[in-house]
């Protein structure tokens, strides 16, 4: 195993806060710093294979959002494969939502391909129930705790 960062396509383990495992797709990366994945369940004993993973569908994913590199870079997380099906057009980037705590603004937030910037952000309405992950950047143990929890381990 070395400390290798994912490509668009790869799939990869991250090992859950029990000593489980769960599993991400990385769908877009930029300058080999961060990606966008998005992270699936159920947690396993052990890493599955990527052929196995290869037949999750964006809809099932528990999480989706924009994450660093450094659980690869410290071993947590690994790449397990790249799935050769795999398609951009089948793992959509979505819209994102950022909410303002000081203003109390939400906002709708849209991404280019290249995930760098947004391209356009979208103040929704008071009331309105903006959906969607939340835009920034997650570090990998916010990644571990938060899809741990989604999974219930």
């Known amino acids: 195993m070395t400390n290798q960062v994912p490509d668009p396509g790869d799939w990869f383990s991250l090992r859950l806060s029990n000593g489980q495992f769960a599993h991400g ?6 300058k080999r710093i961060y990606g966008l994945g998005y992270f699936f369940g159920p ?5 599955m294979d990527p052929a196995d993973l290869s037949r999750a569908h964006a809809e099932s994913a528990v999480l989706i959002g924009k994450f660093g590199f450094l659980g690869f870079k410290t071993l947590d997380w690994q790449v397990l494969g790249h799935d050769s099906s795999w398609r951009e057009e089948d793992w959509p980037i979505p819209q994102f939502v950022r909410h303002e705590e000081l203003t109390g603004k939400t906002y709708l937030v849209t991404y280019d391909s290249g995930i760098y910037g947004p391209v ?13 992950p ?7 143990g916010f990644v571990v705790a938060r899809v741990s929890r989604l999974l219930g381990v």
């Open 25 to 30: 797709l990385a769908t877009r990366t930029h």
């Open 134 to 140: 939340e835009d920034g950047a997650m570090g990998h």
């Open 43 to 47: 947690a396993t004993d052990v890493p």
């Open 120 to 132: 356009k952000e979208t103040l929704v309405p008071p009331g309105h129930a903006a959906i969607g």
